[in-house]
């Protein structure tokens, strides 16, 4: 009932976009020092189904490579329009990509998760590197990755 | 005797190996030759000799030869080469895009300046309250 709820919200935000509640979050994920390439990494948003909804970042600039990030790419079939205006570069080894972003009211204490798949080149693959709940009380939690990800926080 | 069945399974079960995980890839650019039928090195560097190329490194990726390096007229090139026929397959060009290539460049994510989200609109996905677009920056 709570996710039809939302549902409805997140629907009336696309058709009235003066009534979407929003906040603004950021989002913070600092790499480990793996010792290889720029990391690709896309981070996404599944529905309390699991279903995707939407893709927040995609770090890394070559659709060719996308397919290495799996999760997100069996969930969006590899649709570029996912990730259109929302592309930047890869992250190194050590940094941090810090992601400004208004995001749906309606989104947290509602089952989404956010996602993070990461990719770096001749190493190993690592979809799901990152899957945290979005809820209030998460707010400002790190947790670390399963592999690239020493931590990933989101702040508001 | 169950218990042992059960651990011939899970034995068999490639824990960790690469080889299993597929995950639906786009295999178009790989090479499948067998290890007889490979030229030797110095056939894939008197081929970028032909070519005019630079050589930096030679390497194997999916299968196929790949050679790094420079062309011609000083653009960092990625070569895919066929291994038997020695036929070029694929050519990157270090500028092709914004953004990272391949190693030996100044990619350790060295801080490029902000990721402009670009002429395109961010996607209609539903998570963005106000459409405004996500700002990224690496530090």
Redesign the interface.
């Known amino acids: 009932m709570r996710s039809a709820l939302a549902t409805l919200a997140?629907?009336t935000?696309?058709t009235m976009?003066g009534l979407?509640?929003?906040?603004p979050v950021t989002l913070t994920t600092t790499?480990s020092d793996y010792g290889g390439?720029?990391?690709y990494l896309a981070l996404y948003?599944t529905d309390a189904e699991g279903a995707y909804?939407?893709?927040?970042?995609m770090?890394?600039?070559?659709s060719?490579y996308y397919?290495?990030l799996?999760?997100w790419?069996?969930a969006t079939g590899g649709d570029l329009?996912?990730?259109?205006?929302?592309?930047?570069?890869?992250?190194?080894?050590?940094?941090?990509?810090?992601?400004?972003?208004?995001?749906?009211?309606a989104?947290f204490d509602a089952g989404y998760t956010l996602h993070i798949d990461a990719a770096v080149?001749?190493m190993?693959?690592s979809?799901n590197e990152v899957a945290v709940p979005l809820t209030q009380g998460g707010a400002g939690t790190a947790v670390a990755g399963r592999r690239y990800v020493a931590s990933f926080r989101y702040d508001m | 005797m169950k218990t042992l069945a059960v651990l011939a399974l899970l034995a068999a079960i490639p824990a960790g190996a690469?080889v299993a995980?597929d995950?639906?890839?786009?295999h178009d650019?790989d090479c499948l030759v067998p290890m007889a039928d490979w030229q030797p090195r110095e056939a894939v560097e008197r081929l970028a000799a032909a070519n005019g190329w630079a050589v930096r490194r030679i390497k194997v990726?999916d299968g196929c030869y790949e050679i790094v390096g420079t062309d011609a007229d000083g653009r960092g090139i990625e070569a895919k080469v066929d291994p038997a026929t020695l036929a070029v397959i694929e050519i990157e060009h270090e500028d092709?895009?914004?953004?990272?290539?391949?190693?030996g460049r100044d990619?350790?994510?060295?801080?490029?300046a902000?990721?402009?989200?670009?002429?395109?609109?961010?996607?209609?996905?539903?998570?963005?309250?106000?459409?405004?677009?996500?700002?990224?920056?690496?530090?």
Do not use: M, Y
Not at chain 1, 20 to 23: I, K, N
Not at chain 2, 107 to 112: H, I, K, P, S
């Open positions: 997140l629907t935000a696309l976009p979407a509640e929003a906040r790499l390439d720029g990391a948003v909804v939407g893709s927040l970042w770090a890394g600039g070559k060719k397919d290495h799996s999760a790419h069996r329009a996912q990730v259109d205006g929302i592309t930047g570069a890869s992250v190194g080894p050590g940094r941090t990509l810090e992601i400004s972003v208004d995001l749906a009211d989104l080149e001749d190993r693959d979809p | 690469a995980d995950h639906g890839r786009n650019d990726d092709d895009d914004e953004d990272d290539d391949h190693r990619d350790r994510g060295a801080g490029r902000p990721a402009a989200p670009g002429p395109a609109a961010p996607p209609r996905n539903q998570l963005l309250g106000t459409g405004a677009p996500p700002q990224a920056r690496v530090n």
